[in-house]
């Protein structure tokens, strides 16, 4: 370092971009999930309920079948009497689920920005094949700095339940839970977009709140 000087600006990113990556790996531990629900639920008083699958192809998957005992638990704790047959049930509950191909992004913005969450614009997936396809309109927005540049994978996943009388009438309930994370494991992403979607369920209608969720756990690194 003998006879060299630095500028404010280097000697500014020096200080600075320890300080990124830090934030960056805090927001990357978890998944933050957006969560929007319209309900006309009646208050819950053992009510008979049935979760199905609103995509015919997951019907009768063991996966499924899983993620919809997630799904049963909650509605269970939250004062319904869950059965294993619509027929006869006072409630359907038509779950679907789904995680896109991924997109690639690229950090090259100058200066700090939230790596997961900017404005939110356009709600709702288009459902394609084994759910969904991004993007959806985040306004991603990436953190670095001039020509620091490091390419990486994100995807958008999501959890749609609806919930409508067995004998017809006005749907009840629609409900949402969405996160952009660089995991595509639904094993993982599944059940945490159901704890958001349950998170202080049924919520006010019409409001979109972001929940944040437990880190996804990763096995030791072997030595």
């Excluded at 047959?85 to 913005?109: C, F, H, I, M, N």
């Excluded at 700095?145 to 749609?160: K, L, N, P, Q, R």
């Excluded at 972001?210 to 096995?219: D, F, G, L, Q, W």
């Amino acid at each position: 370092m003998s006879g060299q000087t630095r500028s404010p600006v280097g000697l500014l990113k020096m200080l600075v971009v320890p300080i990124v990556l830090a934030a960056l790996a805090a927001c990357t531990n978890t998944l933050d999930t957006r969560v929007s629900r319209f309900n006309n639920l009646p208050p819950p008083s053992g009510q008979t309920i049935a979760v199905v699958a609103d995509d015919p192809s997951l019907a009768g998957g063991i996966e499924f079948g899983q993620y919809a005992r997630l799904v049963e638990d909650r509605l269970a704790q939250v004062g319904y009497r869950p059965v294993a047959s619509p027929q006869g049930a006072d409630l359907v509950a038509r779950l679907d689920y789904g995680v896109d191909k991924g997109r690639e992004r690229v950090r090259s913005t100058p200066g700090f920005r939230d790596p997961f969450w900017g404005p939110w614009y356009g709600y709702g997936p288009r459902w394609g094949y084994r759910g969904f396809r991004g993007p959806w309109g985040y306004g991603w927005q990436d953190p670095w700095f001039d020509s620091d540049i490091e390419s990486y994978t994100v995807y958008t996943s999501g959890v749609e339940l609806k919930i409508d009388r067995a004998n017809g009438g006005p749907r009840l309930f629609e409900g949402k839970a969405e996160a952009v994370s660089t995991s595509n494991r639904l094993q993982y992403l599944v059940p945490n977009l159901v704890e958001a979607l349950f998170t202080g369920f049924p919520g006010n209608s019409g409001e979109t709140v972001r929940i944040t969720v437990a880190p996804e756990k990763t096995a030791p690194a072997r030595r």
